[in-house]
């Protein structure tokens, strides 16, 4: 459980360089997988997904990559920019539901702070 | 701008006082959802609404009630307020077939005191 004062994992990279921010996932079961990023004040706004019978997905200057074996989840930043500071939160799908809707749950995210 | 749209964005209530939480899309997505978010942890789902009509409790839904108005509209509301119930609120929408990804409105900053 969470207990006040608890702080995010930070990411600290310099301007240009990659950044790799990683998460772990609980559900064995989980076959989507989504990564959002939030600016301060904002509402998290997706960036890439990612299946379950996939490895690795990329998109415009991101990569996500997809371990199963080890239920790990990594979003990889190319040449990272300013605008990418912000909070980046990873998102399983439990499958296996009764709803009609999808039900995402989401890790408890990370920092990147990227110095100029 | 097409979106998820929530109201208020900021609110400060004192403890017992009741307030809903409006929240409104024009994606035509069936699925609906309020999450929390405090400081240092990630988004808690409260409620959740998977098509119009129905509403289902999320993982913390104690001190909350949720009514799906229509297709477009899902409230949320608070009957008596908790100084455990300061947070950011937000609101999501997403396509319930074939479409996972979840539409974020900009959230409500809520404040009991």
């Known amino acids: 459980g969470e207990s006040v004062g608890l702080h995010l994992p930070t990411l600290s990279v310099q301007e240009g360089d990659n950044s790799i921010i990683n998460c772990a996932y609980s559900?064995?079961?989980?076959?989507?997988f989504i990564w959002y990023k939030q600016e301060s004040g904002k509402g998290p706004q997706f960036i890439i997904d990612?299946?379950?019978?996939?490895d690795k997905r990329q998109g415009q200057r991101v990569t996500v990559l997809l371990n199963k074996t080890v239920k790990h989840l990594s979003l990889q930043i190319a040449a990272t920019q300013p605008g990418d500071s912000a909070v980046y939160f990873c998102?399983?799908?439990?499958?296996?539901?009764?709803?009609?809707?999808?039900?995402?749950?989401f890790g408890e995210g990370t920092q990147l702070t990227v110095n100029p | 701008n097409a979106g998820v749209t929530q109201t208020p964005k900021f609110q400060v209530l004192k403890t017992g006082q009741s307030m809903t939480l409006q929240c409104a899309q024009d994606?035509?997505?069936?699925?609906m959802y309020w999450y929390r978010q405090d400081p240092g942890m990630g988004l808690r789902l409260i409620y959740y609404?998977?098509?119009?009509?129905?509403?289902d409790k999320g993982e913390v839904p104690n001190g909350y009630n949720v009514s799906r108005l229509n297709k477009r509209e899902f409230s949320l509301r608070l009957e008596s307020a908790a100084p455990s119930q300061t947070s950011v609120y937000f609101c999501?929408?997403?396509?319930?077939?074939?479409?996972?990804?979840?539409?974020f409105g900009s959230g409500t900053r809520l404040t009991v005191v």
């Open positions: 999501a929408s997403s396509r319930s077939q074939g479409s996972y990804g979840y539409t």
């Open positions: 559900n064995s079961a989980s076959d989507y």
């Open positions: 990612i299946r379950s019978n996939m």
């Open positions: 998102a399983e799908n439990k499958a296996g539901e009764e709803t009609s809707g999808s039900r995402l749950t």
């Open positions: 994606m035509n997505h069936n699925s």
């Open positions: 609404s998977a098509s119009e009509g129905t509403t």
